[in-house]
Nanobody, 115 residues
């Protein structure tokens, strides 16, 4: 079991920035992938970005060049730096971890981008 706690959401104007964090605790395998997903209002949850325990990153096309995913030295906290935010980035942002023991989700944090 892995527990994920997200933080850093909030209200920001279009063009602004926010930094989300996700702290993981519990049983983690040597190799794992931590990612961020967004669920816009009335829509399905969609992939945003992810980073592996080996620091390989990948991004959705819609956020490339604007968002950066990174982890700290302990590899248990993952950040999502979101710049040049757009109204369409609004949604609940969830952290997810995939390990050899299973996949787990955080509770989500709301990001609202206003005009």
């Amino acid at each position: 079991q892995v527990r994920l706690v997200e933080s850093g959401g909030g209200l920001v104007q279009a063009g602004g920035s926010l930094r989300l964090s996700c702290a993981a605790s519990g049983r983690m395998s040597d190799f794992y992938i931590m990612g961020w997903y967004c669920q816009p209002p009335g829509k399905q949850r969609e992939f945003v970005a992810e980073i592996t325990s080996g620091d390989t990153t990948s991004y959705a096309d819609s956020v490339k060049g604007r968002f950066t995913v990174s982890s700290d030295d302990t590899k248990t906290i993952v950040h999502l730096q979101m710049n040049s935010l757009k109204i369409e980035d609004t949604g609940v942002y969830y952290c997810k971890i995939r390990t050899a023991y299973g996949s787990f989700w955080g509770q989500g944090t709301q990001v609202t981008v206003s005009s």
